[in-house]
């Protein structure tokens, strides 16, 4: 019986790094799932990380807007845009 392809060898190489991107083991504690799980957890991850990192740039930006016009009533713009909206 003969070893893994060397395209099975990439394509593990190549989650391994996503996966340790979005999932960085630290320590022993997080060895103990395997790659498969850890990949197949990698979508929600990123996704979290892309909310969270949309979230903390709106409220940033938010921030300065607000800096330049005090005065200005931003809880329009807090409530967000409407799911029906086409301007």
Known sequence: MT??????VRLVAAAQAIVDMVDPQEGEASSSRCLVERL???P???ID????TSKN???RML?????????HNLAPIAKGIA???SD
């Not at 070893?3 to 099975?8: A, I, L, T, W, Y």
């Not at 921030?63 to 005065?71: A, L």
């Open 3 to 8: 070893g893994p392809s060397s395209e099975q």
């Open 40 to 42: 197949e957890g990698a």
């Open 44 to 46: 929600r991850k990123i």
């Open 49 to 52: 990380f892309m909310t969270a």
């Open 57 to 59: 740039y709106l409220s």
């Open 63 to 71: 921030t300065i807007v607000k800096s330049y016009w005090p005065h």
């Open 83 to 85: 799911v029906d909206c």
